[in-house]
């Protein structure tokens, strides 16, 4: 019996100093299929609350597969996003256009779109719009404590 167990030791020292690794010891990640451009968050500044604000994103398909794009959700009402193409050939661009609402929105702010993709890994693709702004009129005092 004790026979047996050195020759099965001896057997697993053996497959392990001598093994090929069944998986790959690449460190690269995958990478995305697509870029967006100018950059996936824009900053409107400061402004007043009254404006609409727009930001169009060109979304590239840099993969060698067609590139499909689902269900757009923004994170509140304030915000919109329209897109002129839903389909991408390799190589070919969309238009997405980030809006935030008129009147809306007051102070700061970061509101996100999330465009669904076959492309994303997994993820949805994200755009962001931040801002701040700025109340036309302040009320004094602001806080009221209702009974």
Known sequence: MIRFYFYFVLALLFLSVFSIPLYSTSSTAPQEKFTISPA??????TYPANEEKRQT??????STEK??????RTTCDCSAAE?????????ES??????????SVMGP???NIYIESDAALG???????NGNAVALLKVE????IYM
Do not use: R
């Open 40 to 45: 996936a968050t824009v900053d409107f500044g």
């Open 57 to 62: 994103f060109i979304l590239k398909n840099t």
């Open 67 to 72: 590139m499909t794009l689902g269900k757009i």
């Open 83 to 91: 897109i002129s193409k839903k389909i991408l050939a390799p190589g």
């Open 94 to 103: 969309t238009q997405i256009t980030g809006i935030i609402h008129a009147e």
């Open 109 to 111: 702010y970061a509101k």
């Open 123 to 129: 993820k949805n693709i994200k755009l962001t719009l």
């Open 141 to 144: 005092p602001s806080n009221f």
